[in-house]
């Protein structure tokens, strides 16, 4: 669960192909926001990749977007039908911020909305879950996605992938919790799905990979995959929460320590078909993903020293 930056993706093929409605893409440089719109503009559909640089690859429209700036979000709304919303990162209340932009969506003419929100979110609860509470009251057609634990935590940009790389320990306080870690890759097959079936996929869809796997096991998995020694060192609550308060605001850094408590007590400790279900194809492994991004590579050659 998290969304940073983007990866090369491999197109699926949705039911549909009708090519006469827009889909604007919110967080478009992000994890999911960037595979989705490869995925689109692969399929032939408009799209308009809405972002704070307003990046787009070939084929999509770019429209700068800031969820805090309103004077952004007419332009990038211009023709749209259908619309992928990833809330702002980091804001643990976003729906003040959300709900008024989708008002305005929808006066605008979307008819289809898909959420990005999080397994550990449910409708209703602080949060995304506010967002996902309102959706029925202001689409007819709308979809939620909720996904567990990003493989790419383990592998892009993100503190954990950058412990891999570096002294090779996962810090959380998970326990021995386990969790059904995703690939983002999956994440956006299933939204392309809801943004083009018809009908497409609907409701609230939780997202997980083919397994639930506790930090100890994706440390040894880690080991084996990339030839360094990875381990798991598990710390509480307390303990996580004013490490990564020293570079997070307290509040943010307290709500993700304790999702990993949630994970200690067993939340996240579920598979879902959905991936199958939606997609027509199972979820890829975390050892396949960590055998494409951290595969083993050749030791450096060393060289003996020279003297003048």
């Known amino acids: 669960m998290t969304e940073h930056d983007t990866a090369p993706a491999t197109p699926t093929t949705p039911a549909t192909t009708d090519t006469t409605v827009t889909t604007l893409v919110t967080g478009a440089t992000g994890n999911t926001g960037g595979r989705i719109v490869r995925r689109l503009v692969s399929l032939g559909r408009p799209v308009t990749a809405a972002s704070r640089g307003a990046a787009a690859p070939a084929g999509a429209r770019g429209a700068r977007f800031d969820w805090y700036d309103p004077a952004t979000h007419g332009d990038a709304l211009r023709g749209a ?25 929808r006066a605008a003419g979307v008819r289809r909305v898909v959420l990005l929100s999080s ?7 602080p949060g995304v879950g506010q967002v996902h509470a309102a959706l029925g009251d202001l689409f007819d057609t709308w979809t939620v996605l909720r996904p567990s634990w990003f493989m790419q935590n383990l592998t892009g ?7 891999v790389r570096g002294d090779g320990v996962l810090t959380t ?6 969790v059904g870690f995703v690939d983002a890759d ?12 018809d009908p497409p996929p609907t409701g609230d869809l ?25 381990s798991h060192a598990p710390v509480g609550f307390a303990d996580l929460r004013d490490r990564l308060a020293a570079e997070l605001p307290v509040a943010y850094a307290a709500f993700l ?5 949630a994970i200690a007590e067993g939340a996240e400790d579920r598979v879902t078909d959905t991936v199958l279900r939606v997609t027509g194809r199972p979820p890829r492994t975390l050892r ?13 050659v060393t060289r003996p020293d020279r003297t003048p």
């Open 257 to 261: 320590a304790g999702l990993d408590r």
């Open 173 to 178: 306080a998970t326990g021995t919790g386990r």
């Open 288 to 300: 396949e993903h960590a055998v494409a991004h951290l595969g083993q590579r050749p030791a450096p």
């Open 81 to 105: 039908d259908r619309l992928y919303v990833v809330p702002p990162v980091s804001d643990p209340d976003p729906a003040p911020v959300v709900l008024p932009f989708l008002r305005r969506a």
């Open 206 to 230: 939780v997202i997980t990979g083919p397994e639930a796997l506790s930090y100890d096991e994706v440390a040894a998995l880690l080991s084996t995959v990339t030839g360094r020694p990875v």
């Open 119 to 125: 397994s550990a979110v449910r409708a209703g609860d």
């Open 157 to 163: 940009h993100h503190p954990h992938a950058d412990s």
């Open 186 to 197: 999956d994440i956006a097959a299933v939204a392309v799905h809801a943004l083009t079936d």
